[in-house]
């Protein structure tokens, strides 16, 4: 009799070990973790719980595209929870993750504690000013839609105040825009601006000449686009410089003030500064008491993973894996896309059959485009450039953004603005 009660008490303790539903807390919802939310979604398989500061996903490539006024922040964010909202076991929250207990498993939010069997951080990165955060004030720069609205809204009333007075000196100020940093993302505003003043604005203004706007990239290395090739970087720097862009490389910003800056003992005047010249690890990640790089990026295993904490797995920006090529792999979109596919397929593996794979980066390229039809684009060993380049990052882009609605949004709006010169979302609030 007491062996049957035995028997039967393991039995249920067996059956209830083998059918709890794990729980998966994701901290982001950049393209990190909504990719892993998706496939532990489809699956059904686990419970998941996605916390985001953000109430949208964010498709940060074409940020700039917001704040140069080609494109509206809806057309390039979308809610969070209407992208997950078919999967019914995930619950998607508004909060901010201050903390996380990892001994514990805990989460520690504005909005509650989180238990978690697994845990995704899936953070990304935040701007970073070399030490100087005194800029930050005078240079924005670009991470999020807040960001996009305010430059926007800082570049198109320097037209206005610049159409306002009669004195050269000041409108020469207000005409100079300066952006530190020659990689993608400064390489796209310049251009932007630079085809913004020569076209769009060309005939809107009745005394002052667009056509007259300073735009100065300056880049501390010997050439701008330092991840590309050096033949691709010429191709891009005399794009930049057709659109009025002047580029200044081997250059290193001294001072930024409300005035302008200062590249060595050089004054620019300048009422535009942008800053697209470095990012670093968000906060969070010294609270973790884990191994970090030098830039404060989580160290982690082969299989994404925490050496300490194997249910921790780190994705995206935020991580620092290295177990591939010796060096980090970049802070790119398809990194973070695909880490956090693999780190939700292992936890599901890991559920079903106690099992897991090491992660394996599969480069699709890069590209980066300048003003309306030119690009450059390495593909697999392939230098494209022009405007076949360009036609391959606008399908890139495309195929890449979030929701259908929003493509076709996306698709109109530059038709629109490619046959016209438009930008359609010149809207100062
Ligand atoms: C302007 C710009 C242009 C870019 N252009 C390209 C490009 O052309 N091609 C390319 O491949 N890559 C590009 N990138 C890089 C690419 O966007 C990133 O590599 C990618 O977004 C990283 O994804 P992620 O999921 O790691 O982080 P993110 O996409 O940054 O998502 C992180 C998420 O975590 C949330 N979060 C952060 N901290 C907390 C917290 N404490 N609590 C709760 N939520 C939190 C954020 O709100 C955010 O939603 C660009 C980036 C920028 C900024």
Redesign the pocket.
């Known amino acids: 009799m007491g062996r049957l009660i035995s028997l039967s008490i393991f039995s249920v303790t067996f059956y209830m070990s083998m059918h709890v539903i794990k729980r998966v807390l994701i901290?982001?919802?950049?393209?990190?973790?909504?990719n892993a939310a998706k496939v532990l979604g489809r699956s059904g398989k686990v419970e998941v719980i996605l916390?985001?500061?953000?109430n949208h996903?964010?498709f940060?490539?074409l940020?700039?595209q917001v704040a140069t006024a080609g494109l509206n922040p809806s057309d390039i964010a979308v809610p969070i929870r209407s992208i997950l909202s078919k999967y019914r076991n995930i619950t998607v929250l508004h909060?901010?993750?201050?903390s996380v207990d990892l001994k514990n498993r805990k989460v520690h939010?504005n909005i509650g504690e989180y238990h978690y069997d697994y845990l995704i951080l899936?953070?990304?990165?935040q701007n970073s000013y070399f030490g100087h955060e005194e800029w930050m004030e005078h240079a924005p720069g670009?991470?999020?839609v807040v960001d996009a609205i305010a430059i926007r809204r800082q570049i198109l009333a320097a037209f206005e105040k610049a159409e306002r007075t009669n004195d050269p000196e000041i409108q020469k100020k207000f005409l100079t825009f300066v952006i530190v940093g020659g990689g993608?993302?400064g390489v796209?505003l310049a251009g932007a601006i630079g085809e913004m003043s020569r076209f769009t604005l060309a005939r809107d203004f009745r005394n002052i000449d667009p056509k007259l706007t300073r735009i100065l990239l300056i880049e501390a290395e010997s050439r701008i686009l330092t991840s590309f090739s050096e033949n691709h970087a010429s191709r891009a720097t005399r794009d930049l410089e057709s659109l009025g862009v002047q580029v200044w490389t081997s250059s290193q910003v001294t001072r930024i003030d409300a005035d302008g800056v200062e590249v060595g003992k050089e004054r620019i005047q300048a009422a535009t500064v942008l800053w697209?010249a470095g990012v670093k690890a968000?906060d969070?990640n010294k609270k973790l008491g884990v191994g970090l790089d030098t830039q404060g990026r989580v160290i982690v295993e082969p299989d994404l993973s925490l050496k300490e904490y194997r249910q921790v797995f780190v994705?995206?920006?935020?991580a620092h894996f290295s177990h591939q090529t010796g060096k980090p792999l970049p802070?790119?979109?398809?990194?973070?896309l695909q880490q956090?596919r693999c780190i939700a397929r292992n936890i599901l593996l890991e559920v079903a059959r106690h099992q897991r794979q090491e992660f394996r980066y599969v480069d699709k390229g890069?590209?980066?485009t300048i003003g309306r039809s030119k690009a450059v684009a390495e593909i697999r060993g392939l230098k494209i450039k022009g405007f076949l380049a360009w036609i391959i990052w606008i399908f890139v882009h495309i195929y890449y953004i979030t929701g259908f609605n929003n493509r076709i949004l996306v698709v109109v709006q530059w038709a629109m603005s490619y046959l016209s010169y438009r930008r359609g979302a010149r809207l100062i609030y």
Do not use: S, W
Not at 51 to 54: E, N
Not at 315 to 318: E, K, L, N, R, S
Not at 331 to 336: F, H, I, R
């Open positions: 901290i982001g919802g950049g393209f990190a973790g909504l916390i985001d500061r953000m996903h964010l940060q490539p940020l700039y909060g901010n993750v201050n939010t899936a953070c990304g990165v670009l991470k999020n993608p993302t796209e697209a968000m969070l994705a995206g920006d935020q802070a790119l979109a398809p990194v973070a956090g890069q590209m980066a």
